[in-house]
Structures are given as C-alpha cells and as structure tokens.
C-alpha cells in the first residue's frame, strides 16, 4: 500500500513537486489549498508491468496544465518521446494525466502523494496504462494514465561513473507483500540499456533475460528522501485544530468520521465494524485528546475526487481516482487516504503549545477496486484502516524497511511502519504511534510570564512605535493604550511572535501610555508588563471640523486653528474610497470652500495644519456629506487626473508605501482617448496602465481595464462625472496586482440634464480587490506545483546565451534601458488565434518603461519595464502589468549576452504584476 498523505517527499534536491501546478519556475502564495493523501500498494512485477502497459516510453518533461473536464482533480503533462519502446513508432509527444491539482466544487486543491516528483527537462521512462484518460483541455491533445499509478515512472538519471539508470522511489510508501506470492527482486536502480533491451524483446513477444539490476540503491544517486514521525503540509505540521479549541474558552469538538452505506468486499460485516475499531484504538490513547466519533453511514461518495465536508471512509473507488483495479496475482494500489487544508482561509495555520501547525479541515479513506483477495481478515482491515487514520491525523510513517530506518524495534512495531506487518495484529498502536499524536494533540502548556522592557517611540506625528521582550509559550500578545492619563482600553492583539507593533491611529502632540500582556491556549500572563509612555511630535490638530455643502459640486469646510506658526492647511476629500487633495488654504484660516465635487455624491474631509515649528499636525477627519443634486461638471485634467473619453471620465489613484508614506499618482502625458498612465515616484517609471472602454453595445456598461507593476497598496478610482457614479479599485500591500478586467464599471444610463432634474440617487460607489493572491520566484528556480494555481504568470526561469546581439526597435520590440534589453510578446486568444504583440507609438519616451497592443493600435495591453537594480542586489529588475486574461508569453533579452526569461500566463487567467527583482544577474 502507498500512502500518500500531507507528507511532501523531500527525496532529491533536483526534483519538484507534480500536482495541480501547470507550469515551471514559480511558486504562487496565498492562493491555493491543499489535500494532503497516502496510498497502499502492492508491488507489480517488471513482467506484469511491461506486458500489461500499452505504451512504453523515454520521454522529458516539458510543461503541465490543469486537466479540464477530468471528473476529479488532476494534472496534464506535457511530454515529449525520446524513444519508443512498446507503442506506436511515430510518436513523438504525449501527454500524461496525474492525479491531483485544483477542485472547482471545494476550492481546495489536493496534493495526491504518490504521483512522481519530477522537474522540467527531466528525463523519464514511462509506462502508460491501456485505457487513456478523457480527453483533456489542451487542444487536440489525449491524455493517457501511467500504469499502476507511481509504479509505471521511473526517473532517469545519469551517475557520476558514467552508468545511466532508471529507478522508482517507494520511500514513503507502505508495501503489502501476498502470502505465498513469488518473492519479487529487490527494487532498486536498473541500468537503462539493459532494461530497456529487456523490454523491447517482452514488445516483441519474446522473454528475454532480467539482466539489467545494479548494485546501486536510490540512495547512492542523491540525497533521498528523509524520514519524519509527523507529515509537513505548507512548511508546517499538519493537525486538526477542532480538538483543542485554540482558548480556555473553547475547549474543542469531536471530528465524526462515516463509512459508505455500502461494504467492503472481502470483509465480513462490511468493514463497518473494523473502522470503529480503528478509531478507537486512536480515541482511546489516554495521553492525547483525540476526538475522532464515529458517525454512522453517508450516502456520500466524494472520497478523494473532491472534498465534502463529509469525512469518510468509501468502498471501491467510485471517483475512478486510481488508475487501474487492484489484481492480487499482479499487485497494484489498494487504498488511499487525505487530509485537506486551504492556504487561503485566515485560519489555515494555527498555533497550539507554542508552535505553528498547518490546519487540517477535513479527511478521507478510499479503497480501491479489487482488494476483496487480500483484505479477507478482520484484523488486517483494521491494521489498514487505524494505519490511514493515522494519516489524517497527520502522522507520518515511523521508519521503513527500503532504507534500514525500521532497525529499532520500537519503530518496526508500530502501525505507522511504511510496509504493513501481515500479522493480523489489527489496530495495535505502539509507543511510537502514541508518541506522535501526544505531540499532536496534548495540550501541555502553562500560561506565559508576562512581558517585559515594553518601550514606546514617537517615529512621527502620526506613528509610535511598539517593542517589548517576552518568553514562553505566546500566541498572542494584547496591546492596551491610553490617552493623556485616562483609562487603558485595548488597542489591538498581535500574534504571538511579534516583539513589535506601529501605532498609525496616534494623533500629533497628545501623550500617550501603552501596555501588554501575553496570551496563549492556556490563559494570559498573570500580570501586564510596564507601562511606556510618550508624546507624539507636531502641533495641536485642528478641532471642530463642520462641512456644508453649497452647490452640487462645492462645499464650506470650517475648523478651530489650534496650531501656532503654521505656512497652511491641507484638506483632503474622500468620495471614493480614497482621499485625494481638494484645498491648500493658507496660514490661520478657518475655513475653505472646496470646489470641483460630483453632484449626489457622499464625501469625507479630513484636514491638519502644515509648516509650524512643532511639525505638521495629524489629521482631523469631519462628518460627512451628500452634495444635491445638480448638472454634471465634466473632467478638468490636471498632473493628478486623467480625463477619458471626452472628459466624461475621471482617473485618478492614490498609493501607499512601505513606510506608510502615501501620495497620488502623476499622469504620463500620451494623448490618447480610452487610455491612461500613471507614475507614483519617477516620471521614467510608470507604474499603471487604465482603459474606459465603452461596452454599452454588448454589456450596457462602460468596462475598466487596468494593469500595475506595483505591489503597493492603490486606490485607483474611475468617475462618471455624467452620474456621479463611480467604481473604486484597491490593492493590498504587498501584493503584486492583478489585472482589472471589469465589464460591468460603469452604467451606460443617461446622465444629469440639469439642476431640476429631481431626486437623484446618491452615486453608486462599487469597491473591488485587485486581487488576493502574489506570484513570487522559489530560491531554486523550480515551481513548487504543488502550491500554484491557474492565476498565476509563470516565469520560465533564465535562459542561458552566450551570443551579445545589439536591440533594434521596431514594430514587434521593444529596447529599454539604454537598448540593452529587448522585450517580445506573443499571445494566443480563446479561438486559437495566435500573434506578436505590437510596440506603442507614444508621444512621450521612457528609457525603462513602455507599452504594447494585441489587437486594435488604441487598445493597450501590456506595460513592461526593465530597471537598473545593481546599486541594490546587483540585478537588473523586469516589472510588466497587462490588462488581459488571454494566455501570453513575455520574452525579456539581455542583448550583453543573449540570455533571456520568459513569463507566461495561462489563457483564461486574469495576469497579476510581475515583479521579479532577481530576473537578471548580469550586473553592469
């Protein structure tokens, strides 16, 4: 039996994970979960194998892709055939279909550990089973299935003697070997010549002699895979979080688990009765507190194809996840159990006795097709079915018999072994088993002393800045504050980790004092740490702020100037979602009328003093307004704002940085109709690109197309100023940004008329996140598949050249930094259509930045930057946004040295930014 559970083998350092990825050379974070799984098998002989594989063939790896329509997660990948041993002579491209990658129903996507590990390029000889898998989403492509699942890939490597073998990794797996079965060779490396010479002659029909075993083992090709007591899922250990529930407060829950309302073939009584018994033996270990119940029988069959929020155990495969039934003359996978987790959920990691641990969120068991002439005991059900619980509960295997880790008794007894015992011992754990799941789940903790050395430093008038020490076991620190000597209130709550916190809700020349104490699952410190205390820099901020609207389109703010020195007043308006400057009024006034407003629409003020010798004051926010109706004010451009389509449109954004610094963009001045850009810092550096595209024909709206090579927090805002509607768009920070593709912005209904034209609604503010996930680089280079998904632009990794070749601009290229780097695109649409993009003809020049067009010359697509970062981390910088979800491929050329890298989204996906700062180690 393989298992195939939340434990990701870490067996070679050169290989990458295979599961609902679909590309190389990135990891994606935020956005994907997870199933964790195990699987049982008994091995295939090389005859069976060989004589029962349709095709047999030495292929390299060259891309993967989510299967569409599969019927259950799965991944396709594309392969391209070496040689052709047993099949049909003219191939030359194949594509294989494995279990696991993203699940439409649950949003969770699940990791299916037993499908090989492997890494683009990569050499490997495949076995393809006789019946092909559905058709996949690749156009004109037919997806076959290995045979017998992970025992039909062999991986090809090349050894430092020079000898080239083909070996399998069963490292993790747990092996049933038959009573009285013919005792199979040792699985270990075969040399490739010879077994490939082998299994021509078994193509022919001849039988040939199995002379192609080595001395070798796996482990004299690398660093293998290690062994660990628990499973890692997402960097941590995954466990269930019900059973504790994470305070005093909440002391947990019981997790029911169900069996199929049908029976297990093979076993008397169906297997019903053996599954509770597994359960047991895990519930009543009385030095953890797991709350496994049984929970009788469900109807429900989404076993490993998706998850339910039904954990169970089901009979017979009714997903179809396994490749082929289970034949005891010739072995084969016998059952599979997962765990599920999610990266997404705000709670997918968890702290219990002061470590983090994965959260697991549900489970399942399936058995394959088949097993009824093996699992014919009792007993042996158990040992199988308390083996995979143990799984779910995230537990690893304690040793295996493949490396000579299961010397120790005590490992070699326990039921988490990787090869079962045969010895009908039945749900038996040992202290090893125990010893797992008291780490698990045994709440052993006292609660924290309290903090201590809490200091308190004004950074501006705005910010005060929070440390403290702390030891022990900590989840959470709760931080309290007060104001000029009144009563402490809490402030916030900040994970246990934190040594530091930044307080943005200060206000400029006020006292301020702060406190802590440490929380964790067993109470909060019994005493708060000291109290630090410290005064905000700036002038006394302006008080009793009073806004009155005047006109449709202005409005009377009035305020108590409580400063002395000042040069001035800022006052900001916010009708969007985003404050952007509305008044500069001069030193000791009280009031300012602001003008240039939409009629019907709802405002905020907010205002603070400027240029007195105390410093700038924070800032006083007013109560807000809705402006009358009236007739509408068309755009007015200005080096904030951007006017589209005849000034019937207003662009403007706002960001913020790192440090808290905010600012509103400058407009890239190009003169076009439907399109704007933006910078936020150097004008040679443009960071946005808009569309208002008019739609009304098709979706009776005008569309928002915008794309931003930024992981900065923005708030781009686009107004109707014929309706004073408007729709507001935001970015996290430190989160590269998606493309906004929005077909439904603005309503294409009549505007204002006049200022009789009666009551008119107030204006429509519609918010959207840019985006909730970001695209970054793993260290190698490599994709971890495992964790991407379907939004993600993928770089390809670096290209090596060795040829320097001048760059040339012309219609399809693009020269940027001093011509040292070309930039080429290509594009394929949803009908297949495929094309080079087209250079921008602009008005303005950028050195570093400039833009492209797929299909109309005034319809922008891509805005790609290449900047100097050598002063930095001595790399040059590749930054592009593009405002489409069509699939496209951007090639970036150091024309020094011919090398390149490229970066592709997949064709239906919205392209976040590409913000890659290590794209190029070519500095000068």
């Given at each position: 039996m393989r298992h195939r559970i939340s434990y990701l083998s870490e067996a070679s350092h050169h290989m990458i994970r295979f599961s609902?990825?679909?590309?190389?050379?990135?990891?994606?974070?935020?956005?994907?979960?997870?199933?964790?799984?195990?699987?049982?098998?008994?091995?295939?002989?090389?005859?069976?194998?060989?004589?029962?594989?349709?095709?047999?063939?030495?292929?390299?790896?060259?891309?993967?892709?989510?299967?569409?329509?599969?019927?259950?997660?799965?991944?396709?990948?594309?392969?391209?055939?070496?040689?052709?041993?047993?099949?049909?002579?003219?191939?030359?491209?194949?594509?294989?279909?494995?279990?696991?990658?993203?699940?439409?129903?649950?949003?969770?996507?699940?990791?299916?550990?037993?499908?090989?590990?492997?890494?683009?390029?990569?050499?490997?000889?495949?076995?393809?089973?006789?019946?092909?898998?559905?058709?996949?989403?690749?156009?004109?492509?037919?997806?076959?299935?290995?045979?017998?699942?992970?025992?039909?890939?062999?991986?090809?490597?090349?050894?430092?003697?020079?000898?080239?073998?083909?070996?399998?990794?069963?490292?993790?797996?747990?092996?049933?070997?038959?009573?009285?079965?013919?005792?199979?060779?040792?699985?270990?490396?075969?040399?490739?010549?010879?077994?490939?010479?082998?299994?021509?002659?078994?193509?022919?029909?001849?039988?040939?002699?199995?002379?192609?075993?080595?001395?070798?083992?796996?482990?004299?090709?690398?660093?293998?895979?290690?062994?660990?007591?628990?499973?890692?899922?997402?960097?941590?250990?995954?466990?269930?979080?019900?059973?504790?529930?994470?305070?005093?407060?909440?002391?947990?829950?019981?997790?029911?688990?169900?069996?199929?309302?049908?029976?297990?073939?093979?076993?008397?009584?169906?297997?019903?009765?053996?599954?509770?018994?597994?359960?047991?033996?895990?519930?009543?270990?009385?030095?953890?507190?797991?709350?496994?119940?049984?929970?009788?029988?469900?109807?429900?069959?989404?076993?490993?194809?998706?998850?339910?929020?039904i954990n169970a155990i089901t009979w017979d495969d009714p997903g179809n996840v396994f490749d082929e039934a289970f034949n005891c003359a010739t072995g084969g996978t016998i059952a599979g159990a997962s765990s599920w987790t999610s990266p997404n959920a705000p709670d997918r990691h968890h702290t219990f006795n002061g470590r983090t641990f994965t959260t697991i969120y549900g489970a399942d068991i399936v058995t394959n097709k088949g097993i009824s002439c093996w699992i014919g005991t009792n007993r042996r059900a158990q040992e199988v079915f308390a083996h995979e619980l143990g799984h779910t509960l995230g537990v690893g295997h304690s040793c295996t018999l493949d490396n000579n880790s299961c010397a120790s008794t005590v490992l070699n007894q326990a039921i988490m072994r990787a090869q079962a015992h045969g010895d009908n011992r039945g749900a038996a754990l040992n202290s090893d088993d125990r010893a797992a799941v008291r780490f698990l789940y045994t709440n052993n903790i006292q609660p924290p002393p309290a903090p201590t050395n809490m200091t308190a430093t004004a950074v501006n008038e705005g910010q005060v800045r929070l440390t403290w020490n702390a030891s022990g076991n900590v989840n959470s620190f709760v931080i309290e504050r007060r104001v000029n000597g009144g009563s402490f209130s809490q402030l916030t709550t900040v994970g246990g980790s934190q040594r530091a916190y930044n307080d943005n809700t200060v206000r400029s020349g006020t006292t301020y004092g702060y406190k802590t104490r440490a929380v964790n699952s067993a109470g909060s410190s019994d005493q708060d740490s000291n109290i630090a205390n410290v005064t905000t820099p700036g002038s006394t901020p302006p008080t009793g702020v009073t806004v009155q609207a005047l006109t449709a389109t202005s409005a009377m703010v009035t305020w108590t100037d409580n400063s002395t020195g000042e040069t001035g007043f800022e006052i900001d308006a916010d009708g969007f979602g985003a404050f952007f400057p509305a008044s500069r009024p001069g030193a000791n006034a009280t009031s300012a009328i602001v003008t240039g407003l939409n009629p019907s629409t709802t405002y905020t003020f907010r205002i603070r003093s400027v240029g007195s010798p105390e410093g700038s004051s924070s800032y006083t926010q007013s109560n807000q307004i809705t402006t009358p109706a009236g007739t509408p004010v068309p755009c007015v451009a200005n080096g904030n704002t951007q006017c589209l389509r005849n000034d019937r449109f207003k662009v403007q954004v706002a960001w913020r940085n790192f440090e808290d610094a905010t600012g509103t963009a400058s407009v890239v001045e190009v003169g076009s109709e439907s399109s704007g850009l933006f910078w936020f810092f150097d004008e040679n550096n443009w960071e946005m690109l808009v569309k208002v595209l008019d739609g009304c024909v098709l979706t009776d709206h005008f569309w928002v197309f915008a794309a931003a090579t930024t992981n900065l927090e923005y708030h781009l805002q686009v107004i109707d100023t014929e309706t004073g509607r408007g729709s507001v768009y935001e970015n996290p920070l430190g989160t590269s940004s998606a493309a906004i593709t929005d077909t439904e912005a603005l309503s294409c209904a009549e505007g204002l008329t006049n200022a009789d034209s009666g009551d008119l609604e107030p204006a429509v503010i519609r918010y959207r996140q840019t985006t909730d996930f970001m695209a970054t680089e793993s260290e190698s280079g490599l994709s971890d598949l495992s964790s991407a998904i379907d939004t993600s632009v993928l770089s390809e990794g670096l290209v090596r050249g060795d040829q320097k070749a001048d760059c040339t601009a012309d219609n399809a290229s693009l020269c940027l930094t001093n011509n040292r780097f070309k930039a080429e695109v290509t594009w394929r649409d949803f009908s297949n259509n495929e094309g080079s993009a087209s250079v921008v003809d602009l008005p303005v020049v950028a050195d570093d930045s400039g833009l492209f067009w797929f299909f109309q010359s005034d319809n922008w697509e891509m805005l790609v930057k290449v900047l100097n970062g050598c002063g930095i981390n001595n790399h040059f910088w590749v930054f592009s946004a593009a405002t489409t979800n069509v699939q496209y491929t951007l090639k970036i050329t150091d024309t020094e040295n011919g090398q390149f890298r490229l970066f592709t989204n997949p064709l239906g996906s919205s392209s976040p930014a590409i913000t890659d700062v290590e794209a190029f180690a070519t500095c000068p």
């Open positions: 609902g990825a679909f590309s190389w050379g990135v990891a994606l974070l935020l956005l994907l979960a997870a199933q964790a799984q195990a699987t049982q098998f008994v091995r295939v002989s090389d005859q069976d194998l060989a004589d029962g594989s349709a095709a047999i063939l030495e292929v390299e790896l060259l891309d993967a892709q989510p299967a569409i329509g599969s019927g259950f997660p799965a991944t396709d990948v594309s392969m391209s055939v070496r040689r052709v041993i047993k099949g049909n002579p003219t191939l030359s491209h194949v594509t294989v279909r494995l279990p696991g990658g993203f699940d439409p129903i649950s949003g969770l996507d699940m990791y299916f550990h037993g499908v090989p590990e492997l890494r683009r390029n990569a050499r490997a000889l495949i076995f393809l089973s006789a019946n092909p898998a559905e058709t996949s989403g690749k156009a004109g492509a037919s997806a076959h299935r290995l045979h017998h699942l992970f025992q039909g890939f062999f991986h090809v490597a090349d050894t430092v003697d020079g000898q080239t073998v083909a070996y399998r990794v069963f490292a993790d797996a747990q092996e049933i070997v038959l009573s009285g079965r013919k005792t199979l060779a040792p699985e270990g490396p075969r040399d490739l010549e010879r077994f490939t010479a082998w299994l021509e002659t078994r193509a022919r029909g001849g039988k040939g002699v199995a002379d192609y075993h080595t001395e070798l083992t796996v482990a004299d090709l690398g660093p293998q895979q290690q062994k660990f007591t628990l499973l890692v899922r997402q960097g941590f250990n995954p466990r269930w979080r019900d059973f504790h529930g994470g305070n005093p407060d909440n002391p947990g829950r019981s997790v029911r688990f169900f069996t199929f309302n049908g029976n297990q073939a093979g076993i008397p009584g169906g297997g019903h009765s053996e599954f509770q018994q597994a359960i047991n033996a895990w519930v009543s270990d009385g030095g953890s507190d797991i709350r496994y119940v049984y929970g009788g029988r469900t109807n429900s069959q989404g076993a490993l194809s998706f998850f339910d929020d």
